[in-house]
């Protein structure tokens, strides 16, 4: 795939299934990885002010956008359809040249998985988390992450990452083949 780079193959146990449970998105557990874009409860409580003559309330600068040179930031939106859980996941990749947010447009739950680790994903770190209440995430740039995992319903997201301008794209990808790396949602 053009502008795609394969990461080497990792060197780990293929034979041991490893089930990873999701657990809920906290902004506290997924700061490392990122900024958690919560709208908040139905009353807005929290962070914020008042704008258009009182009419409206934002809550401001949720998350950083990144995009180095050589691109701009674009708002895009995908629609993404379920997936059965378990779920065996087959890649993680990252974007080293800017951040990638993801905002479902619904109250959708949806999961996240994400893992620390420079060339190679450190898969001995890697975590889920299960997004409610049309929570969102911004991924910091280098961050090894699945692709979107919408559950239970078909989900449109609106997506805000860096576009190239300079045709360089910005998507390693590690591809998990034979790895028994599952994921589930507790009950």
Same mark, same amino acid.
């Given at each position: 795939?053009?502008?795609?780079?394969?990461?080497?193959?990792?060197?780990?146990?293929?034979?041991?299934?490893?089930?990873?449970?999701?657990?809920? %998105?906290?902004?506290?557990?997924?700061?490392?990885?990122?900024?958690?874009?919560?709208?908040?409860?139905?009353?807005?409580?929290?962070?914020?002010?008042?704008?258009? @003559?009182? +009419?409206? /309330?934002?809550?401001?600068?949720?998350?950083?956008?990144?995009?180095?040179?050589?691109?701009?930031?674009?708002?895009?939106?995908?629609?993404?359809?379920?997936?059965? %859980?378990?779920?065996?996941? !087959?890649? %993680?990749?990252?974007?080293?040249?800017?951040? !990638?947010? *993801?905002?479902? %447009?619904?109250?959708?739950?949806?999961?996240?998985?994400? &893992?620390?680790?420079?060339?190679?994903? #450190?898969?001995?770190?890697?975590?889920? *988390?299960?997004? +409610?209440?049309?929570?969102?995430?911004?991924?910091?740039? @280098?961050? /090894?992450?699945?692709?979107?995992?919408?559950?239970?319903?078909?989900? !449109?997201?609106?997506?805000?990452? #860096?576009?190239?301008?300079?045709?360089?794209?910005?998507?390693?990808? &590690?591809?998990?083949?034979?790895?028994?790396? /599952?994921?589930?949602?507790?009950?």
């Amino acid at each position: 795939m053009r502008g795609q780079a394969r990461v080497a193959a990792l060197s780990v146990n293929v034979a041991a299934r490893r089930m990873l449970v999701a657990e809920p %998105l906290t902004a506290a557990a997924f700061s490392v990885y990122g900024d958690v874009i919560d709208p908040g409860d139905d009353r807005f409580h929290g962070a914020g002010h008042a704008i258009n @003559g009182g +009419t409206a /309330w934002r809550r401001h600068d949720l998350a950083r956008v990144e995009a180095a040179r050589g691109g701009h930031a674009a708002i895009s939106i995908v629609r993404a359809q379920p997936r059965p %859980l378990p779920l065996r996941l !087959q890649c %993680l990749e990252r974007h080293a040249r800017g951040s !990638q947010a *993801f905002i479902p %447009l619904a109250a959708a739950r949806w999961l996240v998985v994400v &893992c620390e680790g420079r060339s190679r994903p #450190r898969l001995d770190g890697l975590r889920a *988390f299960v997004a +409610t209440r049309g929570e969102g995430v911004n991924y910091a740039r @280098g961050t /090894w992450h699945h692709p979107l995992l919408a559950i239970e319903q078909p989900t !449109q997201f609106a997506v805000i990452d #860096r576009i190239a301008d300079d045709g360089v794209e910005d998507c390693a990808i &590690c591809d998990l083949g034979p790895l028994e790396l /599952w994921i589930s949602v507790a009950a």
